[in-house]
């Protein structure tokens, strides 16, 4: 089994400073990490690998310091990487980036999988999974949850909708894009560490995988971004403190008048 | 001018309120380009009730593709049809729900027109000067939003966060056109096939269709406390939702989870009980409505975006709550 793995390098969002001043988010002396949403696909490829034998390859578009993404994510047990890295990546929109990803995995090809996060923690789209799909005119498995059986050139699925699950049956080669419940990733151990050190990660650019230059940077990107700002997140919102048996019913009741006054009961 | 198109969505052989969500956005957007607002359904055995729904609650027109092959959401089938359906009538803005199906069908569909994608928009308006859609979205967990144009393809297309506005209203003095398409089998040729639905009976209402969410985090203390939170939930006709330490602790399963790494809600209501509001959480539930917390710590984030912070034990304000709401309700039912 030959499973691919796209991921993405992240700014560590969990302890996201805003700058008061300007109220925008302060990136310098952010850590930047795997997308987590990633890691479950990475362990969930690694996990079919040691059942049923094969190679796990992580590929990621970014710059030259997405290596040390690819490089954990070889230290947790994946097998090779490819780094899709050249300023003409530059700007790349969703549509963009799954052109120049999944130009990558047909280059690398011969694969069964393709395993992705169900989303990166920065641009918060979803759309890039899908996005390689469509590329590869492959079926797909958004919302993953479990993989059921895989055998005979198939997968059976279990994918997370609103009110519960569907189960699908998809040909090999397909793509998945998973959510957290499917895994629970490993720790890198300091015997991958040093595995992944000496794993040569070659670094493509356009020509390599072939891919018009029309299509990709931000000239591929049918979308534009006209302005960032920053959301008022603060309410003016009413604070009581229970301290006593009369606080205590002045709050409940508060709730109540809350709740009616904005026809919510 | 092209139209302004919007994805009707069933969900379990019913139209959901989040089409008329949908309706109401376009309304707005098709009126500002003086253009026809459309519906497009695809489905099976589609019922004309549902047709005229749509037409009562704004559309000037409903395309509908009945078809055995699309009875349950399958990508490439679906993704085929549309395609067909942009390629002939070139609309210039097309609309569809950030739900699973949403947000797994339009950049699938969006690829293969070779046009722009917003993802999850919560703002939706027209630039004046080149009508282009402006479309305004959360990112980076919601510490940002960014609004993003696709000046040079048709269609606009972009997902709308459910629950992000209100469902038009129905007129049913309205009248619209009903165009019906019919497609080759081959055009249904898929390489997945639907196998079942299993129902989450752990959800009594989803966590996406609720009006109201009741989430429970750390400071329940403990896994029983969270019978409370059950409760108030079904006295409210709510859903139940959790923090991600909860979830992680096995107090209630993964699908309940709201934030980061699980679900983005936007309730009218959002009650937060013994979540501190760690950004990954607050992600999930910033555009709720209105936001309710209650907790001991009066530092706590979530008290920053509620409309109403309670500082105190839960185990003393739920149970009165609970307690109140039920002889409100007693009352009411009189």
Redesign the interface.
């Known amino acids: 089994m030959k499973i691919v793995v796209p991921i993405k390098q992240v700014?560590e969002?969990?302890?996201?400073k805003?700058d008061p001043k300007t109220g925008?988010?302060v990136r310098e002396g952010v850590e930047s990490i795997i997308n987590?949403?990633d890691l479950y696909a990475i362990e969930e490829a690694i996990r079919l690998k040691e059942k049923s034998g094969g190679q796990v390859i992580v590929i990621s578009m970014g710059p030259e310091k997405a290596l040390e993404a690819i490089k954990e994510a070889i230290a947790m047990g994946c097998d090779d990487g490819v780094l899709l890295s050249d300023k003409k990546f530059a700007g790349s929109?969703?549509?963009a980036t799954?052109?120049v990803l999944a130009h990558a995995i047909k280059k690398i090809g011969d694969f069964d999988l393709v395993i992705c996060g169900e989303r990166a923690?920065?641009?918060?789209?979803?759309?890039?999974?899908?996005?390689i799909?469509?590329?590869l005119d492959?079926?797909?498995?958004?919302?993953t949850?479990e993989i059921i059986s895989i055998d005979e050139g198939k997968i059976?699925v279990?994918?997370?909708?609103?009110?519960?699950?569907?189960?699908?049956?998809?040909?090999l080669p397909?793509v998945l894009t998973v959510?957290?419940?499917i895994s629970d990733p490993r720790l890198p151990t300091l015997r991958g560490k040093l595995r992944a050190k000496g794993v040569e990660i070659p670094v493509w650019g356009p020509q390599d995988i072939g891919v018009d230059e029309e299509n990709i940077g931000l000239k591929g990107?049918?979308?534009?971004?006209?302005?960032?700002?920053?959301?008022k997140?603060?309410?003016e919102?009413?604070?009581?403190?229970?301290?006593d048996e009369k606080?205590?019913?002045e709050?409940?009741?508060?709730?109540?008048e809350?709740?009616?006054k904005?026809e919510?009961? | 001018m092209g139209e302004v198109w919007t994805l009707a969505e069933f969900s379990h052989g019913k139209l959901s309120s989040v089409s008329y969500e949908l309706l109401n956005r376009g309304k707005n957007l098709a009126e500002k380009l003086n253009t026809a607002l459309a519906s497009v359904v695809l489905g099976y055995n589609v019922k004309r009730e549902y047709i005229d729904e749509l037409i009562a609650r704004g559309a000037d027109k409903v395309y509908v593709v009945d078809d055995k092959n699309l009875e349950n959401f399958l990508v490439e089938p679906y993704a085929k049809v549309l395609i067909a359906l942009i390629k002939e009538y070139n609309p210039e803005i097309f609309l569809a729900a950030a739900t699973t199906t949403g947000r797994t069908l339009m950049p699938y569909v969006a690829v293969k027109v070779r046009t722009g994608l917003t993802a999850d928009c919560t703002v939706l308006d027209i630039e004046e000067g080149t009508g282009n859609l402006l479309q305004t979205r959360p990112a980076i967990g919601g510490n940002i939003l960014a609004t993003i144009k696709t000046p040079n393809t048709r269609p606009q297309m972009a997902t709308v966060r459910p629950h992000s506005t209100k469902p038009a209203l129905p007129d049913r003095n309205r009248t619209g056109e009903v165009i019906y398409k019919k497609f080759d089998e081959d055009v249904f040729l898929s390489k997945s096939k639907y196998l079942r639905f299993i129902k989450d009976e752990s959800q009594q209402v989803s966590l996406q269709d609720a009006k109201i969410i009741v989430s429970g985090g750390r400071g329940l203390g403990r896994p029983e406390n969270f019978k409370m939170i059950d409760e108030l939930a079904e006295l409210l006709g709510g859903a139940v939702g959790a923090s991600r330490e909860v979830v992680d602790r096995g107090w209630k399963p993964y699908p309940h989870q709201i934030g980061l790494s699980g679900k983005t809600v936007s309730p009218a209501l959002y009650i937060a009980v013994g979540i501190s509001g760690a950004i990954q959480h607050i992600a999930g539930m910033q555009t709720s409505e209105n936001i309710l917390a209650i907790n001991k710590d009066p530092d706590a984030q979530i008290f920053k975006i509620a409309n109403l912070g309670i500082v105190g034990d839960l185990n003393e304000i739920l149970p009165l709550l609970i307690e109140k709401i039920k002889a409100y309700k007693k009352k009411e039912a009189v």
């Open positions: 700014p969002t969990s302890n996201v805003m925008t988010m987590p949403l929109d969703t549509w799954s052109c923690t920065d641009g918060d789209t979803g759309q890039v999974g899908p996005g799909a469509s590329f492959l079926p797909l498995s958004t919302f949850s059976q279990r994918r997370l909708v609103e009110g519960g699950y569907e189960e699908l049956e998809l040909k397909a959510v957290k419940e990107s049918p979308t534009r971004v006209v302005k960032i700002f920053t959301p997140v603060t309410r919102g009413e604070m009581i403190t229970v301290n606080s205590l019913e709050a409940v009741d508060k709730i109540m809350f709740l009616i904005k919510l009961i």
